[in-house]
């Protein structure tokens, strides 16, 4: 149940923080559902796209930040470019996103937020995506070493996995745009 | 002696300005004999106030610090006159709108409100008692639209004995109403309620009906417009056609039928559609084969009354009127620019209300059958779109359309009577059905009539093996919904007539953000436009369903019979005076008068001066500000007044 005031009482500074952050107002949504009519991962979803619009308005921003939804968001858009009220949905969902990794929210899709983690790392280390490196980082870390290992052999005929990581030309300048994103984000 | 009144307005004003404060600091300003704060001035208490104050304290002159003169003006320039003094020995100041509403700091706020104070009072000491003059009214009324607005308040007009001339764009009266097939919530036909009104409107005395036609020029004002109706050439004599529609039927050139919402075609010369009041064709040059260099002559050939006339021009017919009604109805959302995940209108089966109201109607393309464009099979799974173009910020239009909800289930409730196995889905956000009747109507088209409501927008619509899949959400049930269907109809939103701004322009009224005209006052004046003797009718003041359109003609027709029944009117004394004795002759100011309203005047000894029209004047002051002698000056804003008031301000 929720009981007001209690529950905006309790998200009211999580939510002033989304808001601030995402540069939306979400008292602007009167839940017409149109983010979620053509969400290609809302199969996926524990909430719908439109549901944890409300559930941040009633204040329950725990749930949104706990939520698998928010972790399996494409961050494909559609929403965004189809709400009627010009509402960035994939923002405030995004901003959900890095807030509960801030909040250090660790018990939904623990592999999940592992492997973005991993991915970004290693974007940013090798200005490119070093597959082989991201493969076994995951691997060890998740004590699942033959994950995906099928994947190995039709790989290796194609040449598309390195041991060595790739060395790009510009690998300064990909640095340099992470510490300006997370500049901006900070 | 003065006296100065400053109104609360409950907490509107009081709540920001101190007004006991600006009551002490106007008691103490020259020649103040009376100063005091009222909770709400225009009320009966209040105004009681102001009459016991005049007569205790002999006060001759008033300063009320209140709303805007716009809102009450009238109101306290009635109680001067019942309190004895003359009503124009007032002035009025604005701490509400220009003040209290604007400012959150009550001591800057206060402050403002004293110094406005302090300018009224030194102004109004060299105020003068005004007479207003009388002034003849024409005893004929305009109303511009045949819809169901303009027919009504035509007929209610002509009632009391006041004759109408009714203005119509097309070429038939009827308007939107004629195109549905039965409205809500009762079901009955609109054909039924609309055509004896027609035909009533035809066969009036008073009521001299134009169609084809439109307003072309207004000038004048309130009791006297002088008003050009330009009568498009439609190539037919409409005294001599007869309505066989023979024309109509060997016509050889096609073009759109616009009774019909494009579902069909017509031809270029036709008749509106079969009931059509005044019942004659008319030709469009732009579909005929003889305006684009061709030689067909086949209609006027076959004409068995010889109405047909290619050589027919425009007429611009001028007729004075006392008072006009706008009646200019609404236009359809164009949706295919702002929704093309809906398919921009490329699939034939995805059609809007309007056409749909075509198809069930049995004076349709179809004859009361639904039978789909694409293919014309009879469609099983309709889904009905709400809100399309409404309440959607990212197609600029955020206003609900007030109709959209309502008429879309009873398009269900039809769609349920022709086709008793199909079956119905509602997209919508929220049901407004706040009218009488209207929730048990939406209730009955769930429940009787098995119309599936589904709670949310409809994201995308696209085809797929002869269907129309519809992807939305089913916001209650929280999740995604997927309607494999054979007809899709959107409920597109209204929008205002197309040129009803330009007309609001000639009429001099105003138009609001979303294109509607704008009344004066949403309750104080809801009929009245910005200029004075101009009315509203129906939506072209805003989106509204038949009887709000219906009761909202007969309120403009009474006060067009109030305005125009006592055969004269009160002018404003706000008007400009020459002084003679200072008049060079030099006619700048009729130069420079917008209106006409400067005459010469030749006096005794030969000379001649500027003479103002009084009924033509409108006040403007154009002209006090021309006169290099400064002969001419306008009653209520002399030089004398705007100085005083000056003065106080920048002191």
């Excluded at chain 2, 225009?42 to 709303?67: N, T």
């Excluded at chain 2, 239009?397 to 008429?407: D, F, H």
């Excluded at chain 2, 409108?618 to 306008?634: K, Q, V, Y």
Aim: aromatic letters at 6%.
């Amino acid at each position: 149940m929720i009981r007001f005031p209690e529950s905006i009482n309790a998200g009211a500074a999580l939510l002033a923080e989304i808001e601030k952050r995402s540069g939306q107002r979400l008292s602007a949504c009167y839940q017409c559902g149109r983010c979620t009519s053509t969400c290609v991962a809302a199969f996926a979803f524990d909430y719908p796209p439109h549901r944890l619009m409300r559930l941040l308005q009633v204040g329950m921003v725990r749930e949104v930040l706990a939520s698998r939804a928010a972790q399996l968001c494409l961050d494909c858009m559609t929403c965004s470019m189809r709400c009627p009220m010009k509402l960035d949905v994939a923002g405030v969902i995004e901003t959900a996103k890095a807030v509960a990794d801030e909040a250090g929210l660790k018990d939904s899709e623990r592999d999940l937020r592992l492997f973005r983690r991993g991915f970004l790392n290693n974007v940013r280390r090798h200005g490119r995506l070093h597959e082989a490196g991201l493969f076994f980082w995951f691997n060890l870390r998740t004590n699942n070493l033959f994950n995906d290992a099928g994947l190995l052999p039709p790989m290796l005929r194609k040449k598309n996995f390195h041991f060595v990581p790739p060395r790009i030309r510009h690998r300064r300048q990909v640095r340099r745009l992470f510490q300006q994103i997370n500049g901006r984000q900070g | 002696m003065l006296g100065v009144f400053i109104c609360q307005c409950g907490t509107n004003i009081s709540a920001t300005v101190d007004t006991g404060a600006v009551a002490a600091a106007a008691a103490g300003m020259r020649g103040v004999a009376h100063a005091e704060s009222i909770q709400y001035t225009c009320s009966d208490p209040g105004q009681a106030a102001i009459g016991a104050a005049v007569r205790e304290k002999r006060l001759d002159r008033i300063v009320i610090a209140a709303c805007s003169p716009r809102m009450h003006e009238a109101t306290f320039r009635r109680a001067l006159e019942r309190a004895g003094l003359n009503p124009y020995m007032m002035e009025m100041v604005n701490i509400r709108e220009q003040c209290s509403w604007i400012h959150a700091d009550t001591g800057e706020a206060t402050m403002k409100a004293v110094d406005l104070v302090r300018k009224a009072v030194a102004r109004i000491r060299a105020h003068v008692p005004l007479q207003g003059g009388k002034t003849a009214a024409v005893r004929r009324a305009l109303v511009i639209g045949g819809g169901i607005a303009g027919i009504r308040a035509a007929l209610d007009i002509s009632a009391a004995g006041i004759p109408v001339t009714l203005v119509e764009k097309s070429p038939s009266i009827g308007g939107n109403m004629a195109r549905l097939d039965k409205t809500f919530p009762t079901l009955d036909c609109s054909s039924c309620i609309l055509t004896p009104l027609m035909v009533e409107i035809k066969q009036h005395d008073h009521i001299e009906l134009m169609t084809n036609a439109e307003v072309d020029d207004v000038r004048g004002l309130v009791g006297d417009f002088q008003i050009d109706i330009r009568r498009r050439s439609t190539c037919v004599d409409e005294e001599k056609c007869t309505g066989c529609m023979i024309c109509q039927e060997k016509c050889p050139a096609p073009a759109p039928d616009d009774f019909n919402a494009g579902l069909c075609q017509s031809k270029a010369i036709s008749v509106a559609f079969p009931q059509a009041v005044p019942l004659v064709a008319s030709l469009r040059k732009q579909y005929c084969r003889r305006f684009n260099g061709g030689k067909c002559r086949l209609c006027q050939k076959l004409c068995p009354a010889g109405a047909v006339d290619y050589g027919q021009e425009d007429e611009v017919v001028s007729r004075s009127f006392g008072a006009v009604v706008a009646a200019t109805g609404y236009g359809h959302y164009d949706w295919t620019g702002s929704y093309p995940t809906f398919g921009k209108g490329l699939y034939p089966d995805v059609i809007t209300s309007a056409q749909y109201e075509r198809l069930l109607s049995a004076s349709g393309p179809t004859g009361g059958l639904i039978r789909r464009p694409s293919d014309g099979a009879e469609p099983r799974q309709v889904a009905f779109v709400s809100c399309v173009g409404s309440r959607d910020e990212s197609a600029g239009r955020p206003q609900c359309c007030s109709v959209g909800c309502m008429y879309t289930a009873k398009q269900a409730i039809l769609t349920k009577e022709h086709i008793p196995d199909s079956q119905s889905y509602i997209f919508y956000i929220d049901m407004r059905a706040g009218g009488k009747n209207y929730e048990e109507f939406v209730r009955r088209a769930q429940t009787r009539y098995g119309a599936i409501f589904i709670r949310g927008r409809v994201g995308r619509i696209f085809p797929r093996r002869g269907k129309l899949v519809v992807m939305g959400t089913d916001t209650l049930a929280g999740d995604q919904v997927e309607i494999e269907a054979d007809l899709v109809v959107l409920a597109a939103g209204l929008t205002a007539a197309p040129g009803a701004g330009e007309l609001a322009r000639k009429l001099n009224i105003a138009c609001d953000e979303t294109g509607f005209m704008a009344e004066e006052h949403p309750k104080l004046r809801p009929v009245e436009a910005a200029a004075a003797g101009v009315f509203l009718a129906g939506a072209c003041q805003g989106p509204k369903d038949i009887p709000a359109t219906v009761a909202q003609a007969g309120a403009a027709a009474a006060k067009v019979i109030g305005l125009l029944s006592r055969g004269e009117l009160e002018t404003s004394p706000m008007v400009s005076a020459v002084n003679p004795s200072r008049c060079a002759g030099c006619f700048k100011c009729r130069d420079v008068c917008p209106f006409g309203a400067i005459d010469k005047d030749r006096l005794a000894d030969g000379l001649v001066t500027a003479r103002v029209i009084e009924s033509l004047c409108r006040g403007c002051g154009i002209c006090n500000a021309a006169c290099p002698p400064g002969a001419i000056s306008l009653n209520g804003y002399t030089d004398k007044q705007l100085l005083a008031e000056l003065v106080e301000v920048l002191r």
